[in-house]
Nanobody, 116 residues
Framework: QVQLVESGGGLVQPGGSLRLSCAAS????????MGWYRQAPGKQRELVAT???????DLATSVKGRFTISRDNAKNTVYLQMNSLKPEDTAVYYC??????????WGQGTQVTVSS
């Protein structure tokens, strides 16, 4: 069974940066598309960024120019570098593993709070 564990969340001031990590196990990591999603209180979960096994990336319009998604296949880890954070980025951030359009697993989530 695929396991995903996120880390790196926390409290940061507006304009600050955080790097989230998602470590995968029990998976042939390099062939999967990995995604970062977020869910703010009272809102639906939304896509933040995805990265394919070939490292093609896609980012939501709201985070383009501020967030970067990357992966290290040797470490079975996907990262989300978040810069110039805004209060509206506050949410629980989740990673998932996708194959052939199907989501195979979700992580437990990590809280990101942007506040002064």
């Amino acid at each position: 069974q695929v396991q995903l564990v996120e880390s790196g969340g926390g409290l940061v001031q507006p304009g600050g940066s955080l790097r989230l990590s998602c470590a995968a196990s029990r998976i042939i990591f390099s062939i999967y598309t990995m995604g970062w999603y977020r869910q703010a209180p009272g809102k639906q979960r939304e896509l933040v960024a995805t990265i394919t096994g070939g490292s093609n990336t896609d980012l939501a319009t709201s985070v383009k120019g501020r967030f970067t998604i990357s992966r290290d296949n040797a470490k079975n880890t996907v990262y989300l570098q978040m810069n110039s954070l805004k209060p509206e980025d506050t949410a629980v951030y989740y990673c998932n593993a996708q194959f052939a359009g199907a989501v195979l697993a979700w992580g437990q989530g990590t809280q990101v709070t942007v506040s002064s």
